[in-house]
């Protein structure tokens, strides 16, 4: 008993040493040029254009052709979802494409909200501008930006949006969003040279929000926008408010998370582990290791050879919705892969579901959205981002069925201004999507809370 604590104690004192050396760095960044050629003479076109969604008869003809061109592959008998996208569900949904879906009406729903274009640094930038309706005498809105991730969209914001701009609860805040498209992904500009990362993206989204006006912003992200956000943080600590995310893998492991998982387990108070936390961390073999090997095969193609597997995607709706799909029912939750139709339409419609794959189709952009890996992971993992702390006030989103699970020690040792840590009642991976009122409760009550600090000081 004495010896288990004092291994306790030597434990929690390194622990505590270790968090309490770093010191405050800010990353550094410079202007890029990720258009075409050389750039221009002359200073950055900073005119703003508003932008429509819009189809046309041309592409829909051109889908349906490709669709009716497909060449089915059964399945396995009792594969379910084990060996990727079920061949006989996937026929159901591309018939529901091909003949209920309807574009038209999806690309209305699209343009509710107001889009604009911008040039920065050579990439024309797409993004949602959503203002309040109506604000409190004597209050204003809150800047906030909101970045999604891959394969997902800026539409994933779409049921979150109005309860951030138009909260029903009198105490509320209310909120001025901004949601815009990675250079590359759905309608902003891909990238023409290598080497745009997150970065790159955090600092054109920071030329983005001057631009629209904002000192000052609060900032969301999960999935590549946890990251974007994250880096945006790291650039310009003074103008994020605060940091929201939902997402939040350990990008510098250390000693301190080594040893959770080596003891964690046997001694879980010791690194304030939850019962959730045994369960989704242990046997760490199985949960660590095995499970993420299952599910990250696609990284491993898209963070070495993007452009191949790329191609065919984007010559072929039908293997560009089973891509796509395929991890909104895993991503959701790993039970799913157990189930013949994925458990796609137990937390989404198919017209959501839908929507999201045509912003990639008629956009064309799954090819350029694959190399954000490419650019991310190919810098090798000790980018001087990945081995900086953020001090910027943070909440966390802890969904159960996120990815990989990440426990409270393990968002600190980054984020060590950690405002709010709350484990949510349900949600896996495309949260914000899946359950915008628990997101939208979260982010609410995190704000409030810096905002009711910062008036304190």
């Given at each position: 008993?004495?010896?288990?604590?004092?291994?306790?104690?030597?434990?929690?004192?390194?622990?505590?040493?270790?968090?309490?050396?770093?010191?405050?760095?800010?990353?550094?960044?410079?202007?890029?040029?990720?258009?075409?050629?050389?750039?221009?003479?002359?200073g950055?076109?900073?005119?703003?254009?508003?932008?429509?969604?819009?189809?046309?008869?041309?592409?829909?003809?051109d889908?349906?052709?490709?669709?009716?061109?497909?060449?089915?592959?059964?399945?396995?008998?009792?594969?379910?979802?084990?060996?990727?996208?079920?061949?006989?569900?996937?026929?159901?949904?591309?018939?529901?494409?091909r003949?209920?879906?309807?574009?038209?009406?999806?690309?209305?729903?699209?343009?509710?909200y107001?889009?604009?274009?911008?040039?920065i640094?050579?990439?024309?930038?797409?993004?949602?501008?959503?203002?309040?309706?109506?604000?409190?005498?004597g209050?204003?809105?809150?800047?906030?930006?909101?970045?999604?991730?891959?394969?997902?969209?800026?539409?994933?914001?779409?049921?979150?949006?109005?309860?951030?701009t138009?909260?029903?609860?009198?105490?509320?805040?209310?909120?001025?969003?901004?949601?815009?498209?990675?250079?590359?992904?759905?309608?902003?500009?891909a990238?023409?040279?290598?080497g745009?990362?997150?970065?790159?993206?955090?600092?054109i989204?920071?030329?983005?929000?001057?631009?629209?006006?904002?000192?000052?912003?609060?900032a969301?992200?999960?999935?590549?926008?946890?990251?974007?956000?994250?880096?945006?943080?790291?650039?310009?600590?003074?103008?994020?408010?605060?940091?929201?995310?939902?997402?939040?893998?350990?990008?510098?492991?250390?000693?301190?998370?080594?040893l959770?998982?080596m003891?964690g387990?046997?001694?879980?108070?010791?690194?304030?582990?939850?019962?959730?936390d045994?369960?989704?961390?242990?046997?760490?073999?199985?949960?660590?290791?095995?499970?993420?090997?299952?599910?990250?095969?696609?990284?491993?193609?898209?963070?070495?050879?993007?452009?191949?597997?790329?191609?065919?995607?984007?010559?072929?709706?039908?293997?560009?919705?089973?891509?796509?799909?395929?991890?909104?029912?895993?991503w959701?939750?790993?039970?799913?892969?157990?189930?013949?139709?994925?458990g796609?339409?137990?937390?989404?419609?198919?017209?959501?579901?839908?929507?999201?794959?045509?912003?990639?189709?008629?956009?064309?952009?799954i090819?350029?959205?694959?190399r954000?890996?490419?650019?991310?992971?190919?810098?090798?993992?000790?980018?001087?981002h990945?081995?900086?702390?953020?001090?910027?006030?943070?909440?966390?989103?802890?969904?159960?069925?996120?990815?990989?699970?990440?426990?409270?020690?393990w968002?600190?040792?980054?984020?060590?201004?950690?405002?709010?840590?709350t484990?949510?009642?349900?949600?896996?991976?495309?949260?914000?999507?899946?359950?915008?009122?628990?997101?939208?409760?979260d982010?609410?009550?995190?704000?409030?809370?810096?905002?009711?600090?910062?008036?304190?000081?």
């Amino acid at each position: 008993m004495f010896t288990e604590l004092l291994v306790c104690l030597l434990i929690g004192g390194l622990i505590c040493f270790l968090v309490q050396r770093s010191r405050k760095q800010v990353l550094k960044t410079e202007d890029g040029w990720w258009g075409p050629g050389a750039p221009p003479d002359g200073g950055e076109d900073v005119t703003i254009y508003p932008f429509k969604v819009s189809t046309s008869d041309k592409e829909l003809e051109d889908l349906y052709t490709r669709i009716d061109q497909t060449r089915p592959v059964p399945s396995l008998e009792d594969s379910q979802f084990n060996y990727g996208f079920n061949s006989q569900y996937l026929q159901k949904v591309v018939s529901y494409w091909r003949h209920d879906f309807d574009w038209r009406g999806q690309v209305d729903k699209l343009n509710q909200y107001s889009h604009f274009k911008t040039n920065i640094e050579g990439v024309n930038i797409h993004y949602l501008h959503v203002k309040p309706k109506k604000v409190p005498v004597g209050s204003a809105a809150i800047p906030l930006i909101m970045v999604h991730g891959w394969p997902g969209s800026f539409y994933e914001f779409y049921g979150l949006i109005p309860l951030l701009t138009e909260p029903t609860e009198p105490h509320d805040l209310v909120f001025e969003v901004v949601c815009p498209s990675i250079p590359g992904y759905g309608f902003s500009e891909a990238p023409h040279k290598k080497g745009f990362d997150s970065v790159c993206a955090a600092h054109i989204f920071h030329k983005l929000m001057r631009r629209l006006g904002f000192q000052q912003f609060y900032a969301h992200g999960g999935d590549w926008g946890w990251l974007v956000t994250t880096n945006m943080a790291q650039l310009q600590p003074k103008t994020v408010r605060g940091l929201h995310v939902n997402f939040a893998p350990p990008s510098k492991p250390g000693l301190p998370l080594a040893l959770s998982v080596m003891l964690g387990n046997r001694f879980p108070k010791l690194f304030g582990f939850t019962d959730m936390d045994v369960q989704r961390l242990y046997p760490c073999m199985d949960k660590l290791v095995v499970e993420t090997i299952k599910e990250s095969g696609y990284m491993h193609i898209q963070a070495t050879k993007p452009d191949t597997v790329g191609r065919g995607l984007n010559d072929s709706p039908v293997g560009l919705a089973a891509y796509i799909l395929e991890k909104f029912s895993t991503w959701t939750s790993r039970d799913f892969r157990n189930l013949e139709d994925g458990g796609l339409t137990r937390k989404f419609s198919l017209d959501d579901l839908l929507t999201n794959v045509m912003i990639y189709w008629t956009s064309g952009c799954i090819v350029s959205s694959m190399r954000f890996y490419k650019e991310n992971f190919g810098k090798g993992l000790n980018a001087p981002h990945s081995k900086m702390t953020v001090f910027v006030p943070t909440g966390f989103a802890c969904f159960p069925n996120e990815l990989m699970h990440t426990p409270k020690l393990w968002v600190k040792q980054k984020y060590r201004n950690l405002v709010t840590f709350t484990p949510m009642a349900r949600g896996g991976h495309f949260a914000a999507m899946e359950e915008p009122q628990l997101m939208a409760e979260d982010i609410q009550k995190f704000i409030k809370l810096v905002e009711k600090k910062k008036k304190q000081q």
